[in-house]
Every structure is written in structure tokens, then in C-alpha cells.
């Protein structure tokens, strides 16, 4: 099994920045992706960004140029550096793990951390 902890969410000023960590534990394979998706009040969860073990990335456009993210291979740690928030970046933000193994995929999801920004 794989556990996911995230931590670093909170209440922020518009403009203002939070750094979002996840660790992850248990059997974990690699290569995998790590990233942060996301979800508002009312909305589908959407992607935030995602970096695979090589260091590949992906954005979406809502947060390119605002939102940096970074993992920590040796720790199974993945950060989201969220600066020049939004109120609509409010939302619940989970971490995921994804394994591409035999063909199968599997998504392993935090528990999330509420993040919001004040206008």
C-alpha cells in the first residue's frame, strides 16, 4: 500500500505565496509521476501540475508562470511552490501518486489541504 501525507496549506492574502509538501511511504514503484491536483467548491478536480521521476513536467495553463513544482526523489517528496495566489486558486488541493505497471495504471490520492486565498 502507498500512504500520502500532504501538509502546508492554509489561509493567504491575494498576491501572497504557500509551499504545499507531500511525502509519500509504503511500496512505492518506480518510475512514477507525483503532482498536485486540485478542487473547488461545486467544480470537478482539476490537474494543478505534475512531475514524473525524470523531472519531466506538466502545468496547467491556469497556474504556468505562478505555481513551480519539485520532488525530492530519495524522499518520495513532492513540493508545490504556489506564488501570486489567486482567490480562484482556492480549493482542496490533493497529492497523487500514479504507477503506469503491466499495462495498469494506479492512483494513489492524499487525504488534502485546504487552501485559500483572501481577496
Known amino acids: 500500500q502507498v500512504q500520502l501525507v500532504e501538509s502546508g496549506g492554509g489561509l493567504v492574502q491575494a498576491g501572497g505565496s504557500l509551499r504545499l509538501s507531500c511525502a509519500a511511504s509504503?511500496?512505492?514503484?518506480?518510475?512514477?509521476?507525483m503532482g498536485w491536483y486540485r478542487q473547488a467548491p461545486g467544480k470537478q478536480r482539476e490537474l494543478g501540475a505534475i512531475?514524473?521521476?525524470?523531472?519531466?513536467?506538466i502545468y496547467a495553463d491556469s497556474v504556468k508562470g505562478r505555481f513551480t513544482i519539485s520532488r525530492d526523489n530519495a524522499k518520495n517528496t513532492v513540493y508545490l511552490q504556489m506564488n501570486s495566489l489567486k482567490p480562484e486558486d482556492t480549493a482542496v488541493y490533493y497529492c497523487?501518486?500514479?504507477?503506469?505497471?503491466?499495462?495498469?495504471?494506479?492512483?494513489?490520492w492524499g487525504q488534502g489541504t485546504q487552501v485559500t486565498v483572501s481577496s
Open positions: 497523487n501518486l500514479r504507477v503506469i505497471r503491466r499495462g495498469a495504471r494506479f492512483d494513489y
Open positions: 512531475m514524473a521521476t525524470g523531472g519531466t513536467t
Open positions: 509504503g511500496s512505492i514503484f518506480s518510475p512514477n509521476d
